[in-house]
């Protein structure tokens, strides 16, 4: 059977028909998927938006500064959104803007609670600022927390141990010094975990040659880092056992090894007087 002319158009019409009709069907479901997407994800924002709603921000632990202090510098509210806060940059600014703290810790209870938890900054040590009238106080963290002015050059500072050999002259309060010091900061350790108190200065001028001078009577001499937990822990044996309370003189513990001596050379004052050997007292164990 031979196709006329009209009815290949008929054919064809309704070819095109169907793609039509197919095309549109494709649209629609593009258009439904689209429009559940979207409600979806609508949805999903006002619900997180609630949800995640700041209820509570709790702040423990500092007895320097109060809760709107600490509010008023970090600008956090309720009932916004908690991830609009980052823990880190929390944590961050308020040491920068609060001096008297040395530790922020920041940390997110989901969905809507913020807890911080603060130490404040207890003074431990002071550096006089060379060839000035000033000195910094310091944090055991070592930030600087206030810069004051010296009466007379020889002034001491109550229940702080001073230390030289530190050039702090371009730092200013709020700056954190002595960062990656491991000499520093092995020292201080040593000093902590073995409980040796009443140090009244620490001198690392020289971090081949450390000293400890101990309630401004006895000079510690430690040399090097090497083996500082040792020496640290035996030099505070023999000040407890083998020492008069009022004893003044030099301990030399820079070549300590075990089973060796060590020997304390008592001094009158001023601490540069000279000893001959037989002044040595054996102070070992």
Same mark, same amino acid.
């Given at each position: 059977?031979?196709?006329?002319?009209?009815?290949?158009?008929?054919?064809?019409?309704?070819?095109?028909?169907?793609?039509?009709?197919?095309?549109?069907?494709?649209?629609?479901?593009?258009?439904?998927?689209?429009?559940?997407?979207?409600?979806?994800?609508?949805?999903?924002?006002?619900?997180?938006?609630?949800?995640? /709603? $700041?209820?509570?921000? !709790?702040?423990?632990?500092?007895?320097?500064?109060? #809760?709107?202090?600490?509010?008023? +510098? %970090? *600008?956090?509210e309720v009932d916004e959104n908690i991830f609009k806060y980052k823990s880190d940059?929390?944590?961050?600014?308020?040491?920068?803007?609060?001096?008297?703290?040395?530790?922020?810790?920041?940390?997110?209870?989901?969905?809507?609670?913020?807890?911080?938890?603060?130490?404040?900054?207890?003074?431990k040590y002071f550096i006089k600022i060379k060839d000035t009238d000033r000195y910094f106080i310091l944090?055991?963290?070592?930030?600087?927390?206030?810069? /004051? $002015?010296?009466?007379? !050059?020889?002034?001491?500072?109550?229940?702080?141990? #001073?230390?030289?050999?530190?050039? +702090? %002259? *371009?730092?200013?309060?709020?700056?954190?010094?002595?960062?990656?010091?491991?000499?520093?900061?092995?020292?201080?350790?040593?000093?902590?975990?073995?409980?040796?108190?009443?140090?009244?200065?620490?001198?690392?001028?020289?971090?081949?040659?450390?000293?400890?001078?101990?309630?401004?009577?006895?000079?510690?001499?430690?040399?090097?880092?090497?083996?500082?937990?040792?020496?640290?822990?035996?030099?505070?044996?023999?000040?407890?056992?083998?020492?008069?309370?009022?004893? !003044?003189?030099?301990?030399?513990?820079?070549?300590? #090894?075990?089973?060796?001596?060590?020997?304390?050379?008592?001094?009158?004052?001023?601490?540069?007087?000279?000893?001959?050997?037989?002044?040595?007292?054996?102070?070992?164990?």
């Amino acid at each position: 059977m031979i196709e006329s002319k009209s009815d290949r158009l008929e054919i064809k019409r309704k070819v095109n028909a169907q793609k039509h009709r197919r095309k549109q069907k494709r649209r629609l479901i593009i258009f439904y998927i689209f429009l559940i997407i979207s409600v979806v994800l609508i949805s999903l924002f006002f619900i997180i938006h609630s949800f995640f /709603k $700041i209820s509570e921000i !709790k702040i423990t632990g500092s007895q320097k500064y109060n #809760q709107q202090q600490i509010k008023k +510098i %970090l *600008d956090l509210e309720v009932d916004e959104n908690i991830f609009k806060y980052k823990s880190d940059i929390i944590s961050k600014k308020i040491k920068n803007n609060l001096v008297y703290i040395d530790e922020a810790n920041v940390k997110k209870k989901l969905p809507n609670k913020i807890f911080i938890s603060l130490v404040d900054a207890t003074p431990k040590y002071f550096i006089k600022i060379k060839d000035t009238d000033r000195y910094f106080i310091l944090s055991k963290n070592m930030k600087i927390l206030e810069e /004051k $002015i010296l009466k007379n !050059k020889n002034q001491k500072i109550d229940n702080l141990i #001073q230390i030289l050999g530190i050039d +702090i %002259l *371009d730092n200013s309060v709020g700056d954190f010094i002595l960062k990656d010091d491991e000499i520093f900061w092995g020292l201080m350790e040593s000093v902590e975990t073995n409980k040796f108190k009443d140090i009244t200065k620490i001198d690392i001028t020289n971090k081949s040659s450390i000293k400890i001078i101990y309630q401004d009577r006895i000079v510690i001499l430690l040399g090097k880092i090497n083996q500082i937990d040792y020496k640290i822990r035996f030099i505070n044996k023999i000040i407890e056992r083998n020492l008069d309370k009022n004893e !003044k003189g030099i301990i030399d513990a820079t070549s300590i #090894q075990k089973n060796s001596k060590v020997y304390f050379k008592p001094y009158k004052e001023p601490i540069k007087t000279k000893k001959s050997q037989e002044d040595k007292k054996d102070v070992s164990e």
